[in-house]
């Protein structure tokens, strides 16, 4: 086993162990391999991921996320990899089957330990899991599905209709199927504890996210693991806020720094939150809809290129325990959502 670059401080050796890394090629070595498609085989096990230019051209800190989560792959049940359209989320998981995640996470748990083993065991009824944020909503930066799952069929079906006859997001709320969109505002994600400053009214937003609206509710009881997007995806923000300003000073945080400090404190509260007990930190854009700039606005810009590997920063530790940190909890928040007192009963496309 490898000599540790960091080490678990003894708060924390009953939920983190070592590990050395399942993958031993270079960054460069891993980029290579996807730079020319795979062949898929007969396994579920596929891991999709998009961005809109290829990866020659991803921002390095989004390539290094992609990377980690070939070494989880690598690891835990040889999760194949391959490159999809965004748009074709619902395609790519109801065609093959797998695992669906933004190029914005940064992953901290294996996909089988999450919700992979749940999800093939011949005896659950669940065969599609996704991040809870509130009610029957969810987040869709991430979604796993075993192949042929008849909810994405109509899930992606239905997204599909909406986009009939148009090329930006802006609007698709105004069809007839979505009309129940032009009621709702951001109390509800407010209530649980979601605080982006967004400077767009609701309704931009919900036509920004239309995918995650355009589901159906009583197999989403029954069939769907939902797991606490709050404390699974997006724990950093619970302990700095939704400004990205907040999360990006955390990160680039010397770990010499003065241990009295409270910015150093809330550095090592955040950090170590993430290892220990989230499955992944979702950085968000959120471009043009927030006040402020978001982590992923900030880490773009050319000035901050490799802040997240920075040695001796909080980022640095983040980026190293991601995959040298394994947690020993058995199993991730789980949320059993309730049926919505008010349900439509309808075809798919019928307004």
């Avoid at 991803?58 to 391959?82: C, K």
């Amino acid at each position: 086993m490898a000599t540790p670059k960091y080490s678990i401080p003894g708060e924390f050796k009953d939920q983190l162990r070592f590990v050395d890394a399942a993958d031993t090629r270079s960054d460069d070595k891993i980029l290579d391999s996807l730079r020319e498609a795979a062949p898929l085989g007969p396994s579920e096990k596929n891991t999709w991921a998009f961005w809109d230019s290829v990866v020659n051209n991803m921002p390095d800190w989004t390539r290094r996320n992609v990377i980690t989560g070939l070494v989880y792959a690598a690891r835990h049940g040889q999760f194949e990899s391959s490159i999809g359209a965004d748009f074709l989320r619902g395609a790519l998981t109801y065609l093959y089957g797998g695992v669906f995640m933004d190029v914005g996470i940064i992953l901290v748990r294996s996909l089988d330990k999450m919700c992979w083993d749940i999800l093939s065991d011949p005896c659950n009824p669940q065969q599609i899991s996704v991040p809870w944020m509130y009610g029957t909503t969810m987040a869709n930066h991430f979604i796993a599905a075993r192949q042929h799952d008849p909810f994405i069929k109509r899930w992606h079906d239905l997204f599909v209709y909406l986009w009939s006859g148009k090329d930006i997001y802006e609007g698709l709320s105004a069809n007839p199927l979505m009309a129940f969109i032009q009621k709702l505002d951001f109390s509800a994600s407010q209530r649980r504890g979601f605080a982006w400053d967004f400077q767009v009214e609701p309704i931009v937003v919900f036509d920004y996210i239309t995918q995650v609206t355009a589901c159906c509710a009583d197999y989403a009881q029954k069939n769907i693991l939902w797991f606490d997007a709050l404390e699974e995806d997006w724990a950093a923000e619970t302990v700095v806020g939704y400004q990205g300003e907040k999360l990006f000073e955390a990160l680039t945080t010397r770990l010499h720094e003065d241990p009295e400090s409270e910015r150093y404190k809330r550095a090592y509260k955040t950090v170590w939150r993430i290892l220990t007990n989230s499955s992944m930190q979702k950085v968000t854009h959120g471009k043009k809809l927030t006040k402020t700039p978001a982590l992923g606005v900030l880490l773009d810009k050319p000035e901050n290129a490799n802040k997240d590997i920075e040695p001796g920063t909080f980022a640095d530790l983040l980026r190293y325990g991601s995959v040298h940190f394994e947690q020993t909890r058995s199993q991730i928040t789980v949320i059993q959502t309730e049926k919505p007192t008010e349900t439509m009963k309808k075809g798919i496309f019928e307004p």
